[in-house]
């Protein structure tokens, strides 16, 4: 795997020395989880999450 970051309209990628000249990659954004611009969840996201997180079941020791 690799990362990269977009700068200038472009990517800054970062490959492993052993990846041989040519190779093909395919690149998707990650995404953020936060749907508007706002940076703030919901309370409709909040609500769906903590709904989400009392359904997992506590790891035993």
Same mark, same amino acid.
């Given at each position: ?5 977009? &700068?200038? #309209? ?11 000249? #040519? ?15 706002? #940076?703030?969840?919901? #309370? ?16 035993? &020791?």
């Amino acid at each position: 795997m690799i990362k990269a970051t977009v &700068k200038d #309209g472009g990517l800054e990628v970062e490959v492993p020395a052993d990846w041989p000249e #040519g190779t093909e990659v395919e690149v998707c954004p990650l995404a953020t989880g936060i749907q508007d611009d706002s #940076g703030m969840m919901s #309370g409709e996201e909040i609500a769906r999450t903590i709904a989400a997180m009392d359904l997992v079941e506590p790891k035993p &020791k």
